[in-house]
């Protein structure tokens, strides 16, 4: 019998998949097909402090191995979510969720976090500090090591809750901010967030989506993924989620050997909805395969030699 | 909602640019017509949303218009193939909702989804009178298909090539309590503004996952904001905001 547990934080997963924020909604529409206690755990939608309808459709298109998505942070706003998608999500899931909380001004993460931490069922804050599809918010604190470090401060002066700061692939340098998110605090890091990109639509001769700009996603970024996580465990000691286009059980391990403690699964869940439970299913056969015993101890384990 | 395998059994030209698919398979999850199902295309990472037209205890048809990679590798099927669907998407028309006489609008492609509407309305011992819209002569199909049902179907085309010359609007009858429409937006704007009843209209976007997860293709609506492939999508008259 093989051994799938890992840590973060102190809070032990079962294994280590995570349904990624945005792709699995407050956990309701996967309920209903199949049991999500299976889980490691799951990211919620990110979740402003007040509700957001989002950006103009479409909002959605095709790419090679991947899609564009560019929604815009809907969400009910961090009270409604306490109020009414927490108290319904403890009816189908028993385990600690991780909530995951983007904004507009350090305040208004400190704001939203604090308001987050007084919930139980929230094991971890997942601070999205990399969403390239809102203006003037999101991915411009992930841009800037000073900045990103200003909302890790801010952040865990109003929380004992793990956090977690959710880093942008849209820089170049990703080390040197998951370093001083670090240097800030920060319990762990997650990365990657989506890939700034875009499609022309040949019939119009305009970008297809409206907001023009998207965020790369699916089986196309796992590369970048892979890449990004392995210099960051170079970089820092906290415990860091992969993700990015992971959509096996081996791709699970690859981040893993990368350096991820636990893994995100995002857009995969959205062209199966059953993704994240078969890759958990599949997951005892893979590390057989490859010998692996205890799967957390294969963290980082690209690079020894 | 459920994923299955569907073996497909015709896959057939209806007009230059749209076809016919029949499929065998669970047709459990299918609740309401207007529903539609998610399929996965080999080579494409995203399904692509196609409203049922109709189906019974063995299978369902799918008509859908090669506009794209992914229906042109979808035209391309063969029969005796497989295909990966999610199915029994969406709310689809509530005929709980349409009176006796009740008018069942289509325009283009957005016709096939009327016709298990139609199909529907009778079981429920209703009077549904169709009135459908093309551009041309060429681009009509199921007009056969629905004047089989033994209801009162009129056709219209842009060009009058065939039928009544002219738009859907320009000839709605005069004796209806309740309308159903789906078709291109201008159209059911146009259905919106010159019928005299409640009505409901079936609306198109581009989806991410189909089943409400993504959020992919909200709207905004007067109850609220809404997500076409979850919470619709059919929509109120009442609901939109035009």
Known sequence: ?305 | MKQGLYRIESNRPLTADVRELRLAGDTSPITAPGQFVNVRIDGLYLRRPISVCDWDGDGLTLIYKVVGRGTAALARMAPGGELDLLCGLGNGFDVSKCTQRTLVIGGGVGTPPMYGLAKALLRAGKTPVAVLGFNTRDEIFYEAEFRALGIETTVTTVDGSAGIKGFVTGTLPEDYGYYCACGPEPMLKAVYRAARTSGLLSFEERMGCGFGACMGCSCETRYGNKRICRDGPVLEKEEIIW
């Open chain 1, 1 to 305: 019998m093989v051994d799938t547990r890992v840590a973060l934080s102190g809070i032990t997963l079962d294994n280590p998949v995570i349904p990624a924020s945005g792709t699995f909604g407050y956990g309701h529409e996967f309920a209903e097909l199949y049991d999500i206690n299976c889980l490691g755990a799951f990211s919620f939608k990110g979740t402003t402090r007040a509700p957001r309808f989002g950006n103009p459709t479409p909002r959605i298109a095709e790419a090679p191995a991947g899609m564009l998505n560019a929604v815009g942070l809907q969400n009910p706003g961090v009270e409604k979510v306490i109020s009414e998608e927490l108290p319904k999500l403890r009816e189908v899931f028993r385990k600690p969720v991780m909530a995951n909380v983007s904004g507009f001004s350090v305040e208004e993460y400190a704001e939203t976090c604090a308001l987050l931490d007084k919930e139980d069922q929230v094991g971890w804050l997942e601070v999205n500090i990399s969403c390239p599809n809102v203006h003037g918010g999101g991915m411009s604190f992930g841009a800037d090591p000073s900045a990103a470090a200003e909302v890790t401060r801010a952040v865990k002066a109003v929380t004992t809750k793990p956090v977690y700061m959710k880093l942008s692939p849209n820089v170049t340098d990703i080390a040197a901010i998951a370093k001083a998110c670090e240097d800030a605090g920060a319990d762990g890091v997650s990365l990657i967030n989506t890939l700034l990109a875009m499609r022309i639509d040949l019939k119009r001769r305009k970008p297809l989506l409206a907001n023009r700009t998207g965020g790369l996603s699916g089986p196309a970024v796992f590369p970048v993924a892979v890449r990004m996580v392995y210099q960051v465990y170079e970089a820092v000691s906290i415990p860091i989620i992969g993700m990015g286009g992971v959509s096996s059980a081996e791709d699970v391990i690859e981040l893993m050997l990368a350096g991820a403690s636990a893994v995100e699964v995002g857009a995969a869940n959205l062209v199966d909805p059953f993704a994240a439970r078969n890759i958990i299913e599949d997951l005892p056969r893979v590390m057989e395969q490859y010998g692996i015993d205890t799967l957390s101890e294969i963290i980082g384990g690209a690079h020894n030699g």
